[in-house]
């Protein structure tokens, strides 16, 4: 069974750290995806990072570049967004998502994805 269950959002403050989780089961294959999209009130989801288990490629949106950090640990079981220098713009739902084999690797279509968690709430206080 494929599940993904997102962890870890919160209310910070601008300028501070948060890292969110993603436990992912059923996504330990050599050729699958993990990313992280958000989605702010009124506003499309748009994507924030994905890493590829095939290489360890990652890619980030531009608006998160050298703030964002996505990782795994050894097992591809749990999949980390790193967070800092967070931005009342970064406040969103914040969703893991994953792909399954000969995944298109693509922050700009959230429908290429095929797996999504419920979700995990990222508060930004200014």
């Known amino acids: 069974e494929v599940q993904l269950v997102e962890s870890g959002g919160g209310l910070v403050q601008t300028g501070g750290s948060l890292t969110l989780s993603c436990a992912a089961s059923?996504?330990?294959?050599?050729?699958?995806?993990i990313g992280w999209f958000r989605q702010a009130p009124g506003k499309e989801r748009e994507g924030v990072a994905y890493i590829s288990f095939k290489d360890g490629s990652t890619d980030y949106a531009d608006s998160v570049k050298g703030r964002f950090t996505i990782s795994t640990d050894n097992a591809k079981s749990t999949v980390y967004l790193q967070m800092s220098s967070l931005k009342p713009e970064d406040k969103a739902l914040y969703y893991c998502t994953a792909q399954k084999g000969s995944p298109v690797l693509c922050l700009s279509s959230w429908s290429h994805w095929d797996y999504w968690g419920r979700g995990t709430q990222v508060t930004v206080s200014s």
């Open positions: 059923g996504f330990t294959g050599d050729d699958d995806a």
